[in-house]
């Protein structure tokens, strides 16, 4: 089958991710799914498990996003197999939740959710550039990185959180990413085919906060995959989760 567009998802092995797959797949058909994960037993699972409700768009591919090697060759992938990529999920992300933060957390938090979208968006632009259709990019963020809550004290992010001997490189990496999306956002401003967003998916219950979060990873889907999906006059350059615009 020739699918109209080819959407690619980082961390999609499990949580948010697998979730975001799943919907992504199941609800738009003509989207073939490229599922990516670093450990490729645990993708291929992850897959496996979505293709056996029936949805067969969907396929694993091995992709570290801390490793060059390994971007480069799911680049090259795409490019002999598919030869574009219409829609790019930076979703893979993770969190140090407790105790003091040593130097290297501190890099390890930033290097994954800062460094490696940056360079795996890089690495696939030139095959966004191919696209015939809208372009899109979304960025998965966290309303912990947003300025202006964080400074507003009748927010529950003012005090929540506020240690560095807690979330500080998690909730330091976010207003990274934030700034590191803008300035895609205005690179491509004056290009319409390009959409360029972030998103909230909210506080689920993933592996990323040991299962804590308040909602089912099956909700922070929601918003991942309705700006995956935009079309001509989707928006571009916007913050928000399900339910609307966050504060940057």
């Known amino acids: 089958m020739a699918y109209t567009h080819i ?3 980082t961390g999609a092995n499990q949580g948010i991710g697998f979730e ?5 797949a199941e609800e738009h058909g003509d989207y073939h799914v490229i599922m990516t994960g670093r450990r490729k037993e645990a993708i291929e699972e992850a ?4 293709a056996a409700t029936g949805t067969k768009n969907v396929e694993p591919l091995v992709l570290d996003v801390r490793s ?6 799911a680049v090259k992938y795409l490019e002999q197999k598919y030869g574009r990529l219409d829609v790019l999920i930076n979703n893979a992300g993770i969190a140090y939740p407790g105790g003091p933060a040593s130097r290297q957390i501190w890099l390890d938090v930033l290097d994954t959710n800062v460094v490696s979208v940056a ?3 890089d690495a696939f632009i030139q095959l966004l550039e191919k696209s015939q259709v809208t372009k899109r990019i979304v960025n998965v963020s966290s309303n912990m990185s947003s300025i202006t809550m964080k400074l507003d004290p009748a927010s529950h992010t003012h005090k929540l959180l506020t240690s560095t001997k807690e979330y500080g490189p998690y909730t330091s990496s976010k207003p ?4 590191l999306t803008a300035h895609y956002v205005t690179r491509y401003m004056d290009d319409p085919t390009w959409k360029i967003n972030i998103t909230c998916p909210g506080y689920c219950a993933t592996n990323i906060n040991s299962f804590a979060g308040t909602l089912d990873s099956a909700v922070g889907a929601i918003n991942s995959v ?3 999906t935009l079309g001509p006059d989707g928006p571009t350059g916007t913050f ?3 339910d609307g615009p966050i504060d940057w």
Request: aromatic share 0%; proline share 0%.
């Open 226 to 228: 309705r700006l995956a």
């Open 20 to 24: 975001t797959a799943k919907k992504l």
């Open 7 to 9: 959407a690619l998802i």
């Open 176 to 179: 990274a990413l934030n700034m």
């Open 47 to 50: 897959a496996a498990k979505i």
């Open 119 to 121: 360079l795996i968006t």
């Open 240 to 242: 928000t989760d399900k």
């Open 68 to 73: 060059d090697e390994s971007i480069d060759a």
